[in-house]
T-cell receptor, first 114, second 113 residues
Framework: ETGVTQTPRHLVMGMTNKKSLKCEQH?????MYWYKQSAKKPLELMFV???????ENNSVPSRFSPECPNSSHLFLHLHTLQPEDSALYLC?????????????FGQGTRLTVV | DQQVKQNSPSLSVQEGRISILNCDYT??????FLWYKKYPAEGPTFLIS?????DKNEDGRFTVFLNKSAKHLSLHIVPSQPGDSAVYFC????????????FGKGTTLSVSS
């Protein structure tokens, strides 16, 4: 148990669906992240939030829309995804962005787009 | 362009022997390096880290070595155990606000008994 919880754990959605991934942390951290893990690729950074403000959007297509209502919650809204978007989506938090601190990861949401 | 590279996709080691996982980086601004371990269907878990002011950090069976001039770090696991079988990710960070950990592709370690 890392203190970072992601729901749902598994999600199957059609290309025309709209769904949302949720991440919650109770560690008192101020930085939250979305990463994508595809087979044989590095963990790809998608979005960075620092004190609820988005500080980085790593050239992610607009069909992925993040939302950070407070420092404890992070969402990833999905719409009109493509089959190649199927991957493991990981949320992470850190005490702050940058610096000598580790990130704590949730267990991920395994997304399948059909 | 990948800033953190793990050029060996897999490594097989016998139980009790040493496992050495390697990582190279290109960004000279990185000053903090981490290793994560990941089992299937789980998120990565933090294993060990090292600051750029050090060249070695040890925690039990795990030791990380940093060679800044070569922009290279390695993780040594000794003795290796079957439970160490997992994917190991190298990650790096700068001290700059607003930045995130940058990860390599991972190395799959298999420890046989």
């Amino acid at each position: 148990e890392t203190g970072v919880t992601q729901t749902p754990r598994h999600l199957v959605m059609g290309m025309t669906n709209k769904k949302s991934l949720k991440c919650e942390q109770h560690l008192g951290h101020n930085a939250m992240y979305w990463y994508k893990q595809s087979a044989k690729k590095p963990l790809e950074l998608m979005f960075v939030y620092n004190f609820k403000e988005q500080t980085e959007n790593n050239s992610v297509p607009s069909r992925f829309s993040p939302e950070c209502p407070n420092s404890s919650h992070l969402f990833l809204h999905l719409h009109t995804l493509q089959p190649e978007d199927s991957a493991l989506y990981l949320c992470a938090s850190r005490p702050r962005t940058g610096g000598n601190t580790e990130a704590f990861f949730g267990q991920g949401t395994r997304l399948t787009v059909v | 362009d990948q800033q953190v590279k793990q050029n060996s996709p897999s490594l097989s080691v016998q139980e009790g022997r040493i496992s050495i996982l390697n990582c190279d980086y290109t960004n000279s601004m990185f000053d903090y390096f981490l290793w994560y371990k990941k089992y299937p269907a789980e998120g990565p878990t933090f294993l060990i880290s090292i600051s750029s002011i050090k060249d070695k950090n040890e925690d039990g069976r795990f030791t990380v070595f940093l060679n800044k001039s070569a922009k290279h770090l390695s993780l040594h696991i000794v003795p290796s155990q079957p439970g160490d079988s997992a994917v190991y990710f190298c990650a790096a960070s700068t001290n700059q606000a607003g930045t995130a950990l940058i990860f390599g592709k991972g190395t799959t370690l298999s420890v046989s008994s």
